[in-house]
């Protein structure tokens, strides 16, 4: 059955991938806006010579584009691509490692020359570097770093294996755990994703370390929910059952809306000032949740960043550029830290526009053709401030 679904999205994608190239009139599609496309509508008309077709396309593998925040991600992706000359289209996959390598073969099947995207385990990249391996297709992993060391030998020895980009998800979970404990909060309980996720369990280590030496109580946590239902269902009975709990922790979530489920919790349940929210990941209205009481510590923004460099990465080597001479690479992505509604608001003024982190100027200036120093030198260079200077008008 896999194979019969695999193989009807190679078709459908296919349509996709190829429609309008060298045509005289505009393509139907349906794949995210980025610049100089339209979601659910009529791309741009092509001219009429075949060198206006893009050089290459490179598969951008993820959850399907529901919010300001996914859509900017894949804009920024976009931008990387389209500054080399090439097109990023969107395939729909899930954390479940079965959608998401049956993504990766309708991709490779239509002919892309790279993808990127999310693992949820170390365990199917050899099934996807032996894919992309007999494809010759460059692939490269967003958020993810290969924990496991049989699995990091055979991935890194796939010459089509680009590398990575990641975050100190250390740091993330203790920072945002030492605050809280700063604030005073004595009792959490927490929401993350199943156990085997490298990035869920970094920042778990620091959570507990920081919480450990604070002398906070770990006293709930919920893994995975389908919904952000389940989320506000939790916390609801976490706040009915538990004497002292004055703090929920949102460690890492694959499922849209949790923040702002476990904020309607805390507001329907009268435990505003009593219960308060520390996050790893943004929400929508991140100063109004500071305003209100709810927020104390959130760290994100690193989501953005980090899929314009895993671009980056995957990009210079279609391009004939590999960032460190064909050996797969590792760009570390900074996070940025929200104490307060004046930080969360010049986040969203600043990051939140439609516009890409890096112009097609700046990617062909700073990001295609010149190696693994300057780009992480980009990457270490991420702030507010750094989006001030060159953005902020």
Not at 80 to 107: L, Q
Not at 123 to 137: E, F
Request: net charge negative; proline share 4%.
């Amino acid at each position: 059955m896999k194979k019969y679904i695999a193989l009807l999205l190679a078709l459908v994608f296919a349509v996709a991938l190829f429609s309008g190239c060298g045509s005289t009139t505009a393509a139907t599609t349906e794949q995210p806006a980025a610049s100089g496309t339209t979601q659910s509508g009529s791309a741009p008309a092509a001219a009429s010579t075949e060198s206006s077709a893009p050089k290459f396309k490179v598969a951008y593998i993820d959850f399907p584009i529901a919010d300001a925040s996914s859509q900017g991600m894949y804009n920024n992706a976009a931008a990387v691509v389209e500054a080399a000359g090439g097109e990023m289209v969107f395939v729909e996959g899930g954390s479940d490692a079965d959608e998401t390598i049956t993504a990766i073969e309708s991709a490779i099947s239509a002919g892309v020359a790279g993808l990127m995207f999310t693992p949820s385990a170390d365990s199917m990249l050899p099934t996807v570097a032996k894919l992309c391996g007999d494809a010759g297709v460059y692939f490269a992993l967003t958020f993810r770093s290969i924990n496991d060391p049989e699995v990091k030998a055979i991935v890194e020895a796939c010459p089509y294996y680009a590398g990575n980009t990641v975050e100190n998800e250390y740091d993330a979970g203790y920072y945002v755990a030492n605050l809280m404990a700063e604030k005073g909060i004595k009792k959490v309980a927490f929401i993350s994703i199943q156990k085997g996720d490298t990035t869920a369990e970094a920042r778990e280590a620091g959570m507990r370390d920081a919480f450990a030496k604070a002398g906070v109580e770990v006293v709930g946590e919920l893994r995975s929910p389908a919904q952000a239902s389940d989320a506000a269902a939790a916390a609801e009975s976490w706040m009915a059952t538990i004497d002292g709990l004055d703090g929920i922790m949102m460690l890492s979530c694959q499922t849209s809306g949790v923040f702002e489920a476990l904020e309607d919790a805390i507001v329907s349940n009268n435990k505003v000032g009593k219960v308060f929210l520390g996050s790893c990941d943004f929400g929508t209205d991140m100063e109004s949740s500071f305003e209100n009481g709810i927020a104390v510590a959130l760290c994100g923004g690193h989501c953005m960043p980090d899929r314009a460099l895993c671009s980056v990465i995957v990009t210079n080597a279609i391009i004939g550029t590999p960032l460190d001479g064909g050996k797969p690479v590792t760009v570390v992505c900074p996070f940025l830290y929200l104490e307060s509604a004046a930080d969360a608001k010049a986040y969203q003024d600043l990051a939140l526009t439609g516009d890409p982190l890096y112009h097609i100027d700046e990617c062909q200036e700073l990001l295609l053709g010149t190696g693994i120093a300057k780009v992480q030198e980009v990457a270490d260079s991420y702030s507010m401030a750094d989006l001030a200077a060159r953005h902020g008008g």
